[in-house]
Each structure stands twice: as C-alpha cells, then as structure tokens.
C-alpha cells in the first residue's frame, strides 16, 4: 500500500493563479480530509468528505474548492490564489468510525503564493 | 480564538531523561485526546490517544495524563530517545462519530540531545 499520497511536493504560484493540490489513497478509506498547517496556527481543517460525492466545509474553506468523485482521490482547489494561502496542505483519510490510529496523513504539499 | 494551546514551542532534553510535552484547552465538550508526532518533510502521524472517562494512557515510552478539571493534558517520554526528535500536536474532539474533526494545537518542537 502507497498510503496518501500528493502532489506536487512543493510549488510556487503567482497571485490569481488557479492549481489542483492531488491527494489519492489506495486504503478504500471514505473519510478523507485537507488541513493546512501555518506557523504559529497549528493544523487547520480546510475541508474533509465523508464519501464520494459528499463534501462539507471545515474551520478555514475560503478560497478552496473540493470535490470526491471517486473513492480514492480528493482534490483540493485554488481558483485564484492568493499570499495568504501560502502555507504546507497535508491530506489525510481515515476509515469513517474508526479511532484516530486509523487515521493516515499525506506527506505534505508546500505551496507560495507571491 | 485557539480552542486548543501549546504554549512552549519548543523544548530540549538530554537524552534517557523524561520529556514533557503540554498542552491546554478551553472547550468543555471536548472529550477525545490525541497525539500526533511530526517529522520534517512527513505528515503527522498518531501517537497516542486518552478518552475523557480516563486520566492515564500509556503505551510503552509514551504516557498521556489527563487533567479534566485544569483542561491540560500532557505527554510524557520516558526515557527520551534521539529519534524522538519532533514536533508533537496535540489534538481535541468531542464524541467520536462518524464526522468527528480535529481541533489541533500549534505544535511543540521536541529536540532530544545525545
């Protein structure tokens, strides 16, 4: 098993420029979720999806799209980034009712935005 | 408003002696407890959890105490190791469901000296 996997590790974006953070995981996990990690704020919930064609917004969704049209992958969206967004993503799935050791994080995209 | 604290960003101990790592939180309905563990360029991974009817949960080296009425958990390395040589999260939940999200704390960067 691959895990969580992402992609890209690291990219850098100009201002109003649109890009696809990529999770996938080969677990046949159905809860997967986007959390973004910034100094001095700790790990943030973006957005998280309980299945495929189901999503729902969490602490910090502005500015990000999600959607789950498969079990596996859970792409993350910026329509028009901007500095603020500038931050590590970490991707993560988890079986539904499982305890918190069921729980698999990716290893992490960094992304600037200038 | 940070639900969850971690209020010493870092901490350096010499290695065979006890770590301990804190952190505090302000909402009542919080009932579930964990740890994360993060290594550079890896995502967090679980490291041990306490459910508020406890206030004592070890598994090997790692021991997590619960204060319920101080609203403060912390975890204890023992004895410390090189190799755990990270930042820790901790994280709060209510009841586990379904659904159930994260709140974490902003990490402390633990540095165990040979």
């Known amino acids: 098993n691959a895990g969580v996997t992402q992609t890209p590790k690291f990219q850098v974006l100009k201002t109003g420029q649109s890009m696809t953070l990529q999770c996938a995981q080969d677990m046949n996990h159905e809860y997967m979720s986007w959390y973004r990690q910034d100094p001095g704020m700790g790990l943030r919930l973006i957005h998280y999806?309980?299945?495929?064609?189901?999503?729902d917004q969490g602490e910090v969704p502005n500015g990000y799209n999600v959607s789950r049209s498969t079990t596996e992958d859970f792409p993350l969206r910026l329509l028009s980034a901007a500095p603020s967004q500038t931050s590590v993503y970490f991707c993560a799935s988890r079986e539904p009712y499982g305890g918190p050791d069921t729980q698999y994080f990716g290893p992490g995209t960094r992304l600037t935005v200038l | 408003d940070q639900q969850v604290k971690q209020n010493s960003p870092s901490l350096s101990v010499q290695e065979g002696r006890i770590s301990i790592l804190n952190c505090d939180y302000t909402n009542s309905m919080f009932d579930y407890f964990l740890w994360y563990k993060k290594y550079p360029a890896e995502g967090p991974t679980f490291l041990i959890s306490i459910s508020s009817i406890k206030d004592k949960n070890e598994d090997g080296r790692f021991t997590v105490f619960l204060n319920k009425s101080a609203k403060h958990l912390s975890l204890h390395i023992v004895p410390s190791q090189p190799g755990d040589s990270a930042v820790y999260f901790c994280a709060a939940s209510r009841s586990p469901s379904g659904t159930y999200k994260y709140i974490f704390g902003t990490g402390t960067r633990l540095k165990v000296l040979a």
């Open positions: 999806s309980v299945g495929a064609g189901i999503t």
